[in-house]
């Protein structure tokens, strides 16, 4: 495990560009809650996503599109609460900025004033730009999304690769250069093809961050719950568990259980 209490600086957008001139890789999770929060942070990773990833693994949802700006809210104070090293990054949920970008910016302003967060993430290029830009001038740090964009599942119909062909492929690179150009300090890309993600990293000064992207970007990133093993029935190519904590929780519960029905538990040491 690679705790890194004796470095307690705090990561900000710049450090990680400065990351990225140095060659040094990018750690990204996603975390929801406080305890967990609390947890990666100090385990040392470089940025703390409050993903509306959320939406699947917290509020049980087929899709990310239902996860409301109150919600996220609520999530994200907890987390920027909870984190003392990490950048933390809130996901700007489905249909809290894709509207008009005066709307996207009182989103935007919202996030920031009740959570705390440092940054936020938007999914989509040129479509959003407007959005991007205005709330880039209200100094609010902005992360990029494409390639995979799960808040636009219905368009595309399925959860696959992402930019197989040239067409969807040049869209992608020219989006990368309209982000970095309006000022987005990193750009996340999903599932997309290793070649084509090494491309984007290695033509933009700012860092790319890939999950299911392969290994020529600047960082990595995949969402908590997937990694620890508490979801199992998501398993794409990408994905590597360092963790079977769905099945630790369960034998623990299950003994609690069993103790409780024996009468075992509490002993006379556990009360008063
Ligand atoms: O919501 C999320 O967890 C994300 C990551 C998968 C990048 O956007």
């Known amino acids: 495990m ?24 990018i750690s990204m999770l996603t975390a929801y809650d406080f305890t967990m929060a609390q947890i990666v942070d100090l385990s040392g990773i470089d940025v703390v996503l409050v993903g509306d990833s959320a939406s699947n693994v917290v509020c049980g949802n087929r899709t990310t599109l239902p996860i409301t ?17 990490a950048l933390v990054a809130v996901d700007m949920p489905f249909g809290s900025y894709q509207g008009n970008s005066r709307e996207a910016l009182a989103s935007a302003i919202r996030i920031m004033k009740e959570t705390h967060g440092d940054c936020l993430k938007m999914e989509g290029g040129e479509e959003i730009m407007e959005s991007v830009k205005r709330i880039l001038c209200a100094g609010i740090p902005v ?3 494409l390639g995979l964009m799960p808040q636009s599942i219905n368009k595309y119909g399925s959860y696959a690769v992402r930019a197989m ?8 690179l020219r989006d990368a250069h309209l982000l970095e150009e309006a000022g987005c300090f990193a750009l996340v890309l999903e599932k997309i093809p290793a070649k ?3 491309r984007v990293a ?3 000064r700012i860092p ?7 290994n020529g ?5 995949l969402v908590l719950h997937d990694m620890l093993g508490l979801t199992q029935d998501f398993s794409p190519r990408f994905l590597r568990r360092y963790a079977d904590l769905k099945s630790v929780m369960t034998k623990a519960i299950g003994q609690y259980i069993d103790d409780v029905k024996s009468g075992d538990f509490p002993n006379e040491r556990e009360q008063y």
């Open 2 to 25: 690679s705790v890194h209490h004796e470095n307690l600086r705090k990561v900000t957008t710049q450090r990680l560009l400065e990351m990225k001139l140095r060659g040094e890789k």
């Open 69 to 85: 700006l109150n919600q996220m809210i609520f999530m994200s104070e907890s987390v920027a609460k909870a984190v003392k090293r």
């Open 143 to 145: 992360m990029g999304h």
């Open 165 to 172: 062909d040239g067409e969807e492929a040049e869209k992608l």
């Open 196 to 198: 084509l993600a090494k």
């Open 202 to 204: 290695s033509e933009l």
């Open 208 to 214: 790319v961050i890939g999950i299911g992207a392969g």
């Open 217 to 221: 970007v600047d960082g990595q990133v």
